[in-house]
């Protein structure tokens, strides 16, 4: 395992004229880390990714693997394992012969080309594979393989691009769960791509969340998910009310702002927060961290419902308060609750966040 750097990394593509597909990055990967970089179609997350693999150079700035700058360092210099979105198997070839052609490249012996095989199988649980054709493959299988084949050459960094893609949603859980414990067995740092936030925050020791070829945030899933950066990254990650209120008053690590229809509250806030009297905060609450309550207890924000659905595990709800749409997730509802009632809305601010814009 090694640690990667990308240290003011840009990336621009003759036809996108002056604009970046990444543009100024700069990321610090720690050696055997789980690193996701998430984002929307068109981020910049897979570019960043074919950087450092070698696929692309950067425009600008530099990669290195540990002390070793690798910039301009062709990929099969790079000692990297890649997974891609589509596999990228052999049909004409068995399991083992696709999980061996990166050993037939490197001209390792066929004696311990065939153990590594065999090992590389069993860490993806494919044991006894290895004579079957691709095509006899379930899509989990044939992303198993895809693993196994990068895994094999022993690669100090693992590279994987949206490998769970193409499975379905119960196959993306279990594989997903899988692809960490064999990258931790492994002992390689991990450099994985998607713009599915669930998997993302369920596999990552941290993330780079990305928008426009820009990270708006790095750090682990729990810090992502309840103190986001930016409006983008609270809406991005889950679902979060990004609420714009009045600022009453601020000191270094909160703001007290005022609340829709009257009352205010004092919310959490990061220090550089630069906010002062008279001026707008965006506040982020997550829709799990507010209740529901009769309209006539003390502190609670008065709102319509407009909006009522039952999931099974909860109850989603759209609360029109002082013209504010406001989501809430709500696991005990007042029995009899329609469209149109009005309701009390509890606000957590311990859970509240302000953001930047």
């Not at 070839?93 to 004696?111: C, E, F, P, T, W």
């Not at 945030?217 to 103190?227: L, N, S, T, V």
Request: hydrophobic letters at 40%; aromatic letters at 6%.
């Amino acid at each position: 395992m090694i640690d990667v750097t990308l240290e003011s990394v840009s990336k621009r593509f003759a036809r996108g004229g002056d604009t970046a597909a990444v543009d100024d990055v700069d990321i610090t990967i720690a050696a055997g880390e789980f690193f996701t970089l998430l984002g929307p179609s068109g981020c910049g997350k897979t570019t960043t990714l074919r950087m450092v693999a070698g696929f692309y150079f950067p425009t600008s700035g530099r990669i290195r693997f540990g002390a070793e700058d690798v910039t301009r360092r062709p990929p099969n210099k790079r000692d990297t394992g890649m997974v891609f979105q589509n596999y990228a198997l052999f049909p004409h070839m068995s399991v083992a012969q696709n999980v061996a052609y990166g050993l037939k490249i490197r001209k390792v012996n066929r004696a311990e080309s065939r153990r590594r095989v065999e090992e590389a199988l069993g860490q993806v649980h494919l044991g006894g594979y290895g004579d079957r054709r691709i095509d006899e493959l379930s899509g989990g299988q044939q992303q198993r393989v895809a693993l196994a084949r990068a895994l094999v050459i022993r690669p100090k960094t693992l590279l994987l691009d949206e490998p769970l893609s193409n499975l379905d949603a119960k196959l993306r859980e279990e594989t997903r769960t899988e692809i960490r414990r064999i990258q931790k067995e492994a002992g390689t740092t991990g450099i994985y791509v998607t713009h599915d936030q669930a998997e993302a925050m369920a596999m990552s020791d941290r993330i780079a969340v990305m928008q426009s070829g820009r990270v708006q945030q790095i750090g682990a899933p729990q810090e992502i998910y309840h103190r986001p950066a930016t409006s983008f990254v609270a809406r991005f990650i889950g679902r979060s009310n990004v609420l714009t209120l009045p600022v009453l008053a601020g000191t270094a690590q909160t703001v007290t702002v005022g609340l829709p229809g009257g009352g205010e509250i004092v919310v959490p806030a990061p220090a550089d927060h630069g906010l002062s009297q008279g001026e707008t905060a965006l506040v982020s609450v997550r829709p799990e961290h507010i209740g529901l309550t009769a309209t006539t207890e003390p502190g609670a924000l008065p709102g319509r419902v407009t909006e009522l659905e039952f999931t099974g595990m909860a109850t989603n709800l759209v609360v029109d308060t002082a013209g504010e749409q406001v989501q809430v997730a709500a696991v005990d509802v007042p029995a009899g609750i329609t469209v149109g009632d009005q309701v009390g809305l509890r606000l957590n601010r311990e859970r509240m966040w302000v953001v930047r814009p």
